[in-house]
């Protein structure tokens, strides 16, 4: 009588990134416990081992963002990777390699909102780019959206969703109108001033973009956000390069020792340094209670306040030729 042999289920796609992510999270032998748990929720989105006072922490700092996958990695990946394929006889082919690469990350990742997004956007961007085509930054928010839902409808109920389309809105909206408190020609002159403003307006521009919504979901306000933005994001690129030399060149055994410790060094400042802003006195504001029409309202007002100021900074000719920020 013949046994019918069972058949072993081929791992899917997604199932074969997630498998690779567990290789890679192999890299990390030799840091720490609690330097693993935040490279590791950082860099490959696994935050399984973090441990709940670091959480809590990067709660009460507005630090968390970084423990969530982001824009920023993609960014750094599409710099890296634009850097060492600049072919200018194959740039098509050179460009659809860049994308490629972001999307593997993606699925690396498990596909979060906030990267698929990041990943949808950087795309339509390099088509255009490729296509020679004017880039609309609303446009393409909007059709990137658009395509999640339709593909995923279920992602509108996703706080990562929300927060992340937030942020890119607010960004597009006040980041430009907040740059030019400073003149441009005085930026210019000073590139530390320039780094700093830019990094101000943007994590202002976020924060107003995201913080009645982390209000409303999780009752609490961060006081010193700037701050830890000041401190956070120099160190989070360096541990993401730092992250990116060990995967590279990590198998080389004499530079994987020295790369760990670099790597648990850098984390390990990061967290004394947010752990520190998180002890000062009224560090952040808890037990907020906001209902669904006090969010709406806190948002409309928002809106209101951003018409206002295009509209008086348009109407008195605020430094000769402004116009308001088009994102077409």
Same mark, same amino acid.
């Given at each position: 009588?013949d046994?019918?042999?069972?058949?072993?289920?081929?791992?899917?796609?997604?199932?074969?990134f997630l498998?690779?992510?567990h290789e890679?999270?192999k890299?990390?032998e030799?840091?720490d416990?609690?330097a693993?748990g935040?490279?590791?929720?950082?860099?490959l989105?696994d935050k399984?081992a973090?441990?709940?006072?670091v959480?809590e922490v990067?709660?009460k700092?507005g630090?968390?963002?970084? *423990?969530?996958?982001?824009? $920023?990695?993609?960014? @750094? /990946?599409?710099g890296? #990777?634009?850097f060492?394929?600049? =072919?200018? &006889?194959?740039?098509?082919?050179?460009?659809?390699?860049?994308?490629?690469?972001?999307w593997?990350?993606a699925f690396l990742?498990?596909l979060?909102?906030?990267?698929?997004?990041?990943?949808?956007?950087i795309?339509?961007y390099?088509?255009f780019?490729t296509?020679?085509?004017?880039r609309?930054?609303?446009?393409t928010l909007?059709?990137t959206?658009?395509?999640m839902?339709?593909?995923?409808p279920?992602?509108?109920?996703?706080?990562?969703?929300?927060?992340?389309?937030?942020a890119?809105?607010?960004i *597009?909206?006040?980041?430009? $109108?907040?740059q030019? @408190? /400073?003149?441009?020609? #005085?930026?210019?002159r000073?590139? =530390?001033? &320039?780094y700093?403003?830019?990094?101000?307006?943007?994590?202002?521009?976020?924060q107003?973009?995201?913080a009645?919504?982390?209000a409303?979901?999780f009752g609490?306000?961060?006081?010193y956000?700037?701050l830890s933005?000041y401190?956070?994001?120099?160190?989070?690129?360096?541990?993401?390069?730092?992250?990116?030399?060990?995967?590279?060149?990590?198998w080389?055994n004499?530079?994987h020792?020295?790369?760990?410790?670099g790597?648990?060094a850098?984390?390990?400042l990061?967290?004394?340094?947010?752990?520190a802003?998180?002890?000062?006195?009224?560090?952040?504001i808890?037990?907020?209670?906001l209902?669904?029409?006090?969010?709406?309202?806190?948002y409309?007002i928002?809106?209101?306040?951003?018409?206002?100021?295009?509209y008086?900074l348009?109407?008195?000719?605020y430094r000769?030729?402004?116009?308001p920020?088009s994102?077409?």
């Amino acid at each position: 009588m013949d046994m019918e042999q069972e058949e072993t289920p081929v791992p899917t796609i997604q199932q074969k990134f997630l498998m690779m992510r567990h290789e890679l999270l192999k890299r990390y032998e030799g840091i720490d416990e609690e330097a693993y748990g935040v490279v590791a929720a950082m860099t490959l989105g696994d935050k399984s081992a973090l441990d709940k006072e670091v959480r809590e922490v990067y709660s009460k700092t507005g630090a968390s963002h970084v *423990l969530a996958l982001s824009g $920023l990695h993609l960014m @750094m /990946i599409y710099g890296v #990777v634009s850097f060492l394929v600049t =072919w200018r &006889r194959w740039r098509l082919f050179a460009q659809a390699l860049v994308v490629v690469c972001i999307w593997m990350f993606a699925f690396l990742v498990g596909l979060p909102s906030s990267v698929v997004r990041s990943a949808t956007m950087i795309t339509i961007y390099t088509v255009f780019a490729t296509a020679h085509r004017t880039r609309k930054p609303f446009r393409t928010l909007i059709f990137t959206a658009v395509v999640m839902l339709l593909l995923r409808p279920e992602s509108i109920r996703d706080i990562g969703f929300q927060l992340s389309f937030l942020a890119v809105t607010a960004i *597009l909206l006040f980041h430009p $109108l907040l740059q030019q @408190m /400073i003149p441009s020609a #005085v930026l210019w002159r000073h590139r =530390w001033l &320039r780094y700093l403003w830019g990094l101000t307006t943007i994590s202002v521009s976020a924060q107003l973009g995201t913080a009645p919504l982390v209000a409303y979901y999780f009752g609490r306000l961060p006081v010193y956000f700037l701050l830890s933005n000041y401190v956070v994001i120099p160190l989070v690129t360096l541990i993401l390069y730092e992250a990116l030399l060990l995967f590279t060149l990590g198998w080389i055994n004499i530079l994987h020792p020295y790369i760990v410790d670099g790597i648990s060094a850098t984390v390990g400042l990061l967290n004394r340094l947010l752990s520190a802003i998180a002890q000062w006195p009224g560090s952040s504001i808890d037990h907020i209670h906001l209902g669904v029409a006090q969010l709406l309202l806190v948002y409309l007002i928002i809106g209101c306040t951003y018409v206002l100021i295009t509209y008086s900074l348009t109407s008195v000719g605020y430094r000769s030729g402004w116009r308001p920020p088009s994102g077409g």
